[in-house]
């Protein structure tokens, strides 16, 4: 689950989990890193992730958040996450991460409803990352 991916949500899982009384990790935050990319950045094979990206650059923009600080915000805040877990590849973003995480402020709640609603819709071949093209370049 992540700030684009709200499927947990919509289909009743996060309220199920959390009514049973289970912990829950959330991971794929960043969504393999897609949403730290500007929309000039993708590769081709994932050019239909720019609609939704330059929403959430929009958003980040209007409020004056960074995007990792609302894809880190959005999600640990939601009633019934207890932990997440973030992946990094080299030591300057484990170091990000525990900023982000140590830092990231609460959302506006606007901004937060704005969030729902923009990634209400989102295609399943852009937030699965198994069903992304293999880049052929």
């Known amino acids: 689950m992540n700030v684009c991916d709200h499927r947990p949500l919509q289909n009743g899982v996060m309220k199920r989990l959390r009514d049973a009384g289970k912990t ?3 991971r794929s935050l960043f969504l393999q890193g897609l949403v730290h990319l500007a929309p000039e950045q993708l590769p081709a094979h994932l050019e ?3 609609a939704p990206l330059s929403a959430l650059h929009g958003l980040s923009e209007r409020y004056g958040i960074s995007v990792g600080s609302i894809a880190v915000a959005f999600i640990r805040d939601l009633q019934g996450v207890d932990s ?3 992946g990094a590849e080299t030591p300057q973003q484990v170091r990000g991460n525990i900023r ?3 830092e990231a402020p609460p959302l506006p709640e606007r901004l937060t409803q704005e969030i729902v ?3 209400a819709d989102m295609p399943e071949r852009v937030i699965t990352p198994h069903l992304w093209p293999q880049n052929k370049s």
């Open 48 to 50: 239909e992730a720019a």
């Open 117 to 119: 609603r923009l990634f």
């Open 84 to 86: 997440l877990v973030v």
């Open 100 to 102: 982000l995480l140590e």
């Open 24 to 26: 829950v990790f959330v």
